[in-house]
C-alpha cells in the first residue's frame, strides 16, 4: 500500500544494450524492481517518438540482485513498431521511465513434478527466468522452444543449460524439428512425468497447448499477451474471457494476469462479441466490402 | 531511483499557504484535481502509485444498474497523440461496488464522485436512488454519452430533450449535486449544456471522448472489436479547451469540471484558463500513474 | 541527395499496369491522390517539390466573391500531433483568381477542383456563377464549413437547411460536379450529407477541420489572434475516418473524398477502406512537399 | 520549376554539432543547398519527437561550396521547445529532412554605400553570412549586435572581424554597452556615412530598427520572423502587414520574406485585427477574467 508507494514507478538507467538472434535486450539498474520480481511478470516501459503515449509491457527475462549495481533487470524484445523501434535506439546511461514489477507471476509447483515449459519467439525469454527458479528447486524441467525461423528461436543455448531435455522447432525448418511446438509436445506428454506445462508465446500457441494439456488432464499455466493501455489494472483494455465460479468473466491480463490458468481461459470467445451485451458500438455491414467485418 | 516518497508531498502539501480550493457551486473541493472516470477504475490498482486522498476528488468508473462484461478485444487502438477505446462499461454494477469499493474509499476519506450511466431514462433514476445518501458521496456525474435504446441508440447527449429528462429524473432523486458529462461530439455543446442545467445539473464535465475509427490496412480490418470507439489523449486537447471555453461564454456561473488530454499541470491550467473549474486527469491515469502529488500546487500557482 | 527525378516517377506511373483510375460519379481521375484545399494554395508554390499533373486533382484554396486579407496573426498554433489555424481565408477573389491562376494549372493540364466559400446562399450562387464553363476546371468543391452572417454566424454545414440551400443554389448554376465539403462538428454527419446529396450534390469531401482552441498558460492569451481555429492533423484522423465510415454507411453509392489527417500512403489507404474513392492529402503538402510521386500507387496496391 | 525539383527537399547528414555560446550549430553535407543558398534565406528541418510535426524554419548562418565534402550549410539556434530540443540532440551521421534554401535574400547594396548590421541574439547569425558577402564587394560594414546577456550575444569575435567596427550591447550590462541596439545606432545614424541597415531579430527590435532608419531616410532591410507551418508559400501562416501599391497586404514571410523592406512592414498592425474583415472566429469576452483578450 502507500508504504511502497513510489516503487512501482521510476526512472531506471539502461546498464547494456545488446543483440540475441533476432531480438534486442536490454538490462536496467533498478535494485527495487530486481528485488521484488518474479517469473512470469512484466514491466512496462515509457517510450517515446512520434506521438506515441502508452507504456509498452515487456516479460522480465531475467533479474540479478547482486553485483555492482545492486539489482538489474533485463528485457528481451522484438522491434515490431515505434516503441521497440525507440527502445533498440537506446545505449548506456539513457534513462527510461519504468512500472513494474506488475502482474501475476508462474506459481511454483507445490509438489515435485516434472515441468515442461513451451515457449515461442520472444516468449521463451520469460520461461527461462522460470527454468532457472525451478532448477534451484530441485524439479526436473523440460524445454520446448518453437519460432519461425532459426534466428527468432530465442536463447537456445541457455535453454539446453537450464533443462533436462531441450527440443526445438522451426516453422521453415532452419534448425531443430520441421513444425510447430504443438507437433512434439503431444509425444512428450504421453511419454509420462510431467506435472505441469508452463507456456508463453503467440495466442494461438497458448490456445493450442492448452488444449493438449487438458486432454492430458495436466496442469498448464499460460502468460497471455493482450494489448494493454495502463497496464496496472484500470481501464479494462487487456480482458480475457475466463471460467471463474462456474461463470465467464472478462479478467485483465494486466493483474489477474498476465499468468492465467490455460484451461480456464476460453479461448474461442477472445475477440467474439458477447451475445446480448453491445453497450456501444455498431458493424461494418455489406455495403462497404473493401472492409473484412 | 528518483521516485519520491508521496506522504512527504502530502504532507508540505498540505501545510502549505496556498489556498487551493474550489467551489463547484455547493461542492467544495480541496484542490482541483479530480480523477477521469474510466481509467481509474475506483482506485484500488493506483494506491500504490500515490496517496489517493490528495485528489480533489475521485470520480470512479462509470456504473451500470446490472454487471457489464464489456465488449470483446480488441478494445483499444493507439492513434497519434491519443488512442481509441470501446470498453463498453465494464463494471460489477451499482450493487456490488457500494458493497465493496465505496466503503474501500470512504475508508480513505477522499470525496467520491459517482458517474452513472444508463441505457434509458428510467436506469439513470434508479442509479440515482441507489446512491441517495451513499457516505462519502459528494456528487454524481451522469455519464449522458450513452447510447439511448429507447430512441434508436442515439447517445442521450446528442439530443437536448433527452438531456433534459435524464437530469430531471436524476436531479428529482438525487441528495447531491449532479453533473453532466457531455460528449463533444455534437453540433451545438453549450445548447446541450444549457439544457442540463435548465433541467437541475450544479454543472457540466466536459469532455468525454470524440468518435473515432481505425483500420488496420494490412488486415483491413477495424482495429477495435466494436469498430468505432471514443478518442481521447494529447490530440484531442484542443477540442476540449474549445468545448470549455464555449460553455464558460454561454454559462459564466456554471461550475465546469474539464478534461481531455490532460497530461500535465499545464494541461490542468490551460483548461481552468478556458473557463474549467478543475481538471480532470486520465491520460495521466494510464501513462503515468506515479508522480501526480505536484500537480494541484503546480496549476494552482500557475492559474492563480 | 537521396531525392529522386519526379519526372522519372511518373512515366514509371504512367506506363505501369495497374489502372488506378477512379469515379467520382460522372468525374473519373487518373487515381485517388487529390490535394486538401488550403494547404496547396494553387500549386505554384509546390511546383518546384513534385509534378503536379500526376496528382488525381488538385483541389485549390477556397475562393471567395472579394479578395480576403485574412485574420491577423498569429494564425497558428502546434498541437498534440496536429496544428489549430485561423487563416480566415486568406485569398485574391475569384475574379483575380480566375484571370491568373486558371490559365496556369490549366496549362499543366491537371484536374482542377475549385473550392468555393461565401457569407450567404447568395455568395455560393455568384461564385459557381463565376466558375460555369470555365476550361480545366472539372468540379467544385463547396467549403460550406463557414459561418452563414444571414444565420447568427452559424457554419452553413451544421444545418441540414442551410446545406441543402446552398447546394441547391450551387447546383442549379454549376455545370460540373458538386461535392460539398462538410465539417465533422455536427451531431449527424450522415443526416448533413444526405441533405447535401438531396440538393444535388454529386458527393461530400470529409473531413474540415474541428473547431478547437489553445490557451499559453504564461501569457493567459489564447494562442490563436482569432481565439478559436480549425483543429487538423494526424490527431483528427481516427474522427476522419469515423465519418467517412458512417456517411458510406448510410450512403454507399455517393462518392467520398476522404482527408483528415493524411500523412501517407497507408494512410490514404485507410480512408479507402473505410469507404472514401478518393484522398486528400494536406498535411503532406505542409511537411513533406517532396515526395508525392510514389503514393498513388501505393494506395492502389494496398487497398485493390 | 521541373527543373529543379527533387533539389529543394532531401535528407541531410550532419557533419559537425557544436556549442556556441548559448547557441546550438548544425552542419549538414548539402551540395545542392549550399550552391544555391543565399544570405537570408532559412531552411526548414523536419522534426521528431513527441507530436511534434510542422517543420522548424532557421536562416542559414554558414555556406561552404568547396572542401571535401562538396558543399556545406550551417545553421545557428537557441532551444526553446520540444523541435529545437530534438535538434540539440542530434550527433554526426544523423540524418535529417530539410527543405530549402527558402525565402527571399538580402538585397545587396547597388552602390558603393556603407552598411549597418544590426542583429539581436540568434538574428546575428545570418547577418555574419551578409557581412561576409558584403566585404567581398568591398563595401564598408559595420556591425551592432545585442542580446540579453554575453553568453547570448553570437559570436562577437567573428563579428569583430567581419566589421569595420562592431558594438555590443547587453540588457544586463555583462558586456558592451548596457542596454539595447537601438540605444546605439541613433548615433551612428548621425554620424552618417551608412547607406543601408540590414537588421534581423525579434520583431519589436525590428520595428524599432525600421523606425529609427525611417527617421533618418536610410533603406532598411529586415529579416522578420513568423510562426510558419509550411515555410513554402501555400498556408499562409505566416503573413506581416505590408505596404504595396498604395494598399496595405498580408504578405507572406516565407516566400515574399523573410527579408522584407522594414519601412513598407506596417509594424503597427501586426497581430491586429483588421477592421470589417473577420471572417471566422469569436473573441473571449469579459465572461472569462482570467483569460486575457
Ligand atoms: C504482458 C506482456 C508481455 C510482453 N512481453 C514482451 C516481450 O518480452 N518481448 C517483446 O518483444 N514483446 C513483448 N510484448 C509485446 C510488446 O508489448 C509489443 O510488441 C510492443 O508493445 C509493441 O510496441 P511498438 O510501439 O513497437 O509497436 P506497436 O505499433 O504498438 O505495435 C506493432 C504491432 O504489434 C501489435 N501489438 C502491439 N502490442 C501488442 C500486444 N501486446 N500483443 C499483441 N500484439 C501487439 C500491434 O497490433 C501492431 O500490429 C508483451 C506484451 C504483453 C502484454
Ligand atoms: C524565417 C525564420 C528563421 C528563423 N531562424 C532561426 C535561427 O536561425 N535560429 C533559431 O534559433 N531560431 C530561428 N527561428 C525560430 C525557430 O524557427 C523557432 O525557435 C523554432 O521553430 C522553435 O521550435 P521548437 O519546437 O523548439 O519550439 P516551439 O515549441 O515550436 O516554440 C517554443 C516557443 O517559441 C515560440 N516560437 C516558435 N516559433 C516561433 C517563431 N517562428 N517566431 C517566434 N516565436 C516562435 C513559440 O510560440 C513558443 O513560445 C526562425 C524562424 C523563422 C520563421
Ligand atoms: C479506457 C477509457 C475508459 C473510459 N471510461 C469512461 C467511463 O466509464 N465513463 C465516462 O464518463 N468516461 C469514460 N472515459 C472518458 C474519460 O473520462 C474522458 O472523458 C476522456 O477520455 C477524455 O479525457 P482524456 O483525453 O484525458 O482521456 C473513458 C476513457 C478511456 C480512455
Ligand atoms: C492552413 C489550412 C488552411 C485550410 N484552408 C482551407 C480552405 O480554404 N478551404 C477548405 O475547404 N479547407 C481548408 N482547410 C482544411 C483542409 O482542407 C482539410 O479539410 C483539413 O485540414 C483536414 O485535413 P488534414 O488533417 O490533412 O489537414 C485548411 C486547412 C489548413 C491546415
Ligand atoms: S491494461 Fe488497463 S486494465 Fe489491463
Ligand atoms: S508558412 Fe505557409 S505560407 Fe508561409
Known sequence: MAATAGR???????????????????????????????????????????????????????????????????????????????????????????????????????????????????GAAPLLYLAQRLQQANLRVDIVLGAATQDRLFNAIEAKRLSASAVFTTEDGSYGTHGRVTDVIERMFKDGGIGVVYACGPMPMLAAVSRVAQRHRIAVQVAVEEAMACGVGVCMTCVVPYRRDGDVANVRACVEGPVLNGRKVVWDEIGRQPVGDVATGDTATAANPALRP | MTAVDPRAGASRLRSDQVDLRVD??????????????????????????????????????????????????????????????????????????????????????????????????????????????????????????????????????????????????????????????????????????????????????????LLGMAIDVETRRPKLAAVTGGLSGPAIKPVAVRAVHQVHQALPDVPIIGMGGVRTVTDVAELMLAGAKCGGRRHRDVRQPAGRHRAARGAAALVR
Chains 1, 4 share one sequence.
Open chain 1, 8 to 122: 512501482c514507478g521510476a526512472t531506471e538507467e539502461v546498464l547494456a544494450y545488446r543483440r540475441i538472434g533476432a531480438y534486442h535486450s536490454l538490462t536496467f539498474v533498478a535494485p527495487d524492481m530486481a528485488e521484488r520480481a518474479r517469473p512470469g511478470q512484466f514491466v512496462s516501459l515509457g517510450v517515446a517518438g512520434g506521438g506515441t503515449l502508452l507504456r509498452r509491457p515487456f516479460s522480465i527475462y531475467a533479474v540479478s540482485r547482486h553485483g555492482p549495481w545492486a539489482g538489474t533487470i533485463e528485457i528481451v524484445f522484438d522491434v515490431v513498431g515505434p516503441g521497440t523501434r525507440w527502445l533498440s535506439g537506446l545505449v548506456k546511461h539513457d534513462v527510461v521511465d519504468i512500472v513494474g514489477p506488475l502482474g501475476r507471476l508462474f506459481p511454483m509447483p507445490q509438489q515435485q513434478v516434472g515441468c515442461l515449459l513451451v515457449g515461442g519467439g520472444y
Open chain 2, 24 to 209: 463547484l457551486g455547493p461542492l467544495r473541493l480541496d484542490n482541483p484535481i479530480v480523477t477521469a472516470s474510466g481509467c481509474f477504475a475506483s482506485g484500488r490498482e493506483i494506491e500504490r502509485f500515490f496517496d489517493i486522498a490528495r485528489l480533489g476528488a475521485v470520480v470512479v468508473k462509470s456504473l451500470t444498474l446490472e454487471p457489464r462484461g464489456g465488449l470483446p478485444t480488441p478494445r483499444m487502438a493507439e492513434t497519434a497523440s491519443g488512442m481509441l477505446n470501446a470498453i463498453g462499461l465494464q463494471n460489477p454494477g451499482v450493487e456490488q461496488w457500494l458493497a465493496t469499493e465505496l466503503p474501500w474509499l470512504q475508508a480513505l476519506g477522499v470525496p467520491v464522485v459517482v458517474s452513472i450511466a444508463g441505457k434509458t431514462v428510467a436506469e439513470y433514476r434508479m442509479l440515482a436512488e441507489y446512491l441517495r445518501g451513499q457516505p462519502g458521496v459528494v456528487a454524481i456525474e451522469a455519464n449522458i454519452s450513452c447510447p439511448n435504446v429507447d430512441d434508436r441508440n442515439v447517445v442521450f447527449a446528442c439530443r437536448a430533450d433527452a438531456t433534459r429528462e435524464v437530469i430531471q429524473q436524476v436531479t428529482r432523486v438525487a441528495t447531491v449535486p449532479v453533473f453532466a458529462k457531455l460528449t463533444p461530439d455534437v453540433t451545438d455543446i453549450a445548447g446541450i449544456a444549457e439544457a442540463a442545467v435548465a433541467a437541475g445539473a450544479t454543472g457540466v464535465s466536459l469532455i468525454n471522448t
